[in-house]
């Protein structure tokens, strides 16, 4: 079955990874159905019903943003704000739409790793910054699995390492 990917990228056509990430996932559209919400909402006016049937068509789902302000673009939070809405989400019997979908998250991160842990610079974790989307999926009876993340894009911004990523990306999704 495949695998819907929710791009939230507000600024892709400048992008280098999440851009690259699109390129390839587009290759194999008989695995992945690429859903770019700043091209499909440019107005940020989001079609409730029409993500939601979206979503109901699709047993795993992953969110592809870039990491920045430690948290996702503003579109992404919009979207859970308005998409899982009570009775079709949670909170009814006829609610949980969601419920046993594999969801994840796929971060581009500009920092690098050893940057986010207690002794780094940020101090925490990438696990513990995402953690409110954790708690959200589960909130909404999602299966939520540990997401994917490609560490200093600040850094390392080289056409060969953003390759790099490309086979560790596509990997991580099919074995979602």
């Given at each position: ?7 939230i990228h507000p600024n ?111 101090k925490y974790t990438l ?50």
């Amino acid at each position: 079955m495949k695998t819907l990917v929710i791009v939230i990228h507000p600024n892709i056509q400048d992008s280098t990874i999440n851009k690259r990430w699109i390129l390839e996932l587009n290759k194999y559209p008989d695995k992945f159905h690429v859903h770019q919400l700043h091209e499909i909402y440019p107005d940020e006016k989001i079609d409730i019903r029409a993500e939601q049937e979206l979503i109901e068509q699709y047993s795993k789902i992953v969110f592809q943003f870039p990491f920045y302000w430690f948290n996702c673009p503003p579109l992404f939070k919009k979207w859970l704000d308005e998409v899982l809405t009570y009775g079709w989400a949670y909170g009814s019997k006829s609610g949980y739409k969601v419920s046993d979908k594999k969801i994840s998250l796929a971060i581009s991160v500009g920092i690098d790793e050893n940057q986010y842990n207690q002794y780094g610079k940020y101090k925490y974790t990438l696990t513990q910054l995402t953690t409110p989307f954790e708690l959200t999926f589960e909130y909404i009876k999602a299966d939520y699995q540990p997401f994917f993340a490609y560490y200093g894009m600040e850094l390392n911004a080289s056409k060969e390492w953003i390759e790099k990523s490309v086979p560790k990306y596509i990997d991580f999704l099919k074995n979602l």
